[in-house]
Nanobody
Framework: QLVESGGGLVQTGDSLRLSCAAS????????MGWFRQTPGNHTELVAA????????YYTDSVKGRFSISRDNAKNTTYLQMDSLTPEDTAVYYC??????????????????WGQGTQVTVSS
């Protein structure tokens, strides 16, 4: 239902844009989130956008560097990642939760999850 793309191997300071294509009905009714799982198996919510598109959430470590957006006409959510550091190395997962606001998303949610895309940042 959710397919991520855009991951890869980059150097410190580089940028990547992740995409999440959703094959769900009424995509606009889903809050969308990007989670990441580090090599140490720590999972955290990186960014989220409300189903209404009116609110966003970012974990502190990515504020000012990452930006989440959605295109409801294309059933797609994006995560623009700038100024990447080795600490951003993780598997990034896209998730969708019906009628959920950005602030309410958490690791125990969601209706749908993607398969993940690897992001590796070398120093």
């Amino acid at each position: 239902q959710l397919v991520e793309s855009g991951g890869g191997l980059v150097q410190t300071g580089d940028s990547l844009r992740l995409s999440c294509a959703a094959s769900v009905q009424r995509f606009s009714t889903y809050g969308m989130g990007w989670f990441r799982q580090t090599p140490g198996n720590h999972t955290e919510l990186v960014a989220a956008i409300s189903w209404s598109g009116g609110g966003t959430y970012y974990t502190d470590s990515v504020k000012g560097r990452f930006s989440i957006s959605r295109d409801n006409a294309k059933n797609t959510t994006y995560l623009q990642m700038d100024s990447l550091t080795p600490e951003d190395t993780a598997v990034y997962y896209c998730a969708a939760d019906r009628f959920t606001a950005a602030q309410a998303m958490g690791v125990s949610c969601c209706d749908y999850w993607g398969q993940g895309t690897q992001v590796t940042v070398s120093s």
